[in-house]
């Protein structure tokens, strides 16, 4: 099993920046996924952005442009870089782990190690 720890989230401003860290450890299959996903109050968890172990990426159509999924396998640590923040975009982060991964995907069904969450909050 893996354990996936994330860094502390921020409030920010409508417009600002964010870098979300993951460290993994524990053992990785060679072929993993791992991504980032989120829940805002009252809504069901979304998948944001996934990357898998030869670096290929996916993102949710809402995040296109402004977000970016990106690893250091040295380190086994997951980022996700946050830009031009929304208030809508206001959540709690979620990095999770499918390993050994079947297909690179943002949906949740594959992924079987999550960290515990960290809060990102938007004013606007």
């Known amino acids: 099993r893996v354990q996936l720890v994330?860094?502390?989230?921020?409030?920010?401003?409508?417009?600002?920046?964010?870098?979300?860290?993951?460290?993994a450890s524990g053992d990785l299959y060679r072929t993993y996924c791992m991504g980032w996903f989120r829940q805002a109050p009252g809504k069901e968890r979304?998948?944001?952005?996934?990357?898998?172990?030869?670096?290929r990426t996916t993102y949710t159509e809402s995040v296109k442009g402004r977000?970016?999924?990106?690893?250091?396998?040295?380190?086994?640590?997951?980022?996700?870089?946050?830009?031009?923040?929304?208030?809508?975009?206001?959540?709690?982060y979620y990095c999770a782990a499918s390993t050994p991964c079947a297909v690179l995907t943002t949906w949740e069904y594959q992924y079987n190690s999550w960290g515990q969450g960290t809060q990102v909050t938007v004013s606007s």
């Not at 979304?46 to 670096?55: K, L, Q």
């Not at 999924?69 to 959540?91: F, H, M, R, W």
């Open 6 to 23: 994330e860094s502390e989230g921020g409030s920010v401003q409508s417009g600002g920046s964010l870098r979300l860290s993951c460290a």
């Open 67 to 92: 977000f970016t999924i990106s690893q250091d396998n040295g380190k086994k640590t997951l980022y996700l870089q946050v830009n031009s923040l929304k208030p809508e975009d206001t959540a709690m």
């Open 46 to 55: 979304e998948g944001v952005a996934a990357i898998d172990s030869v670096g």
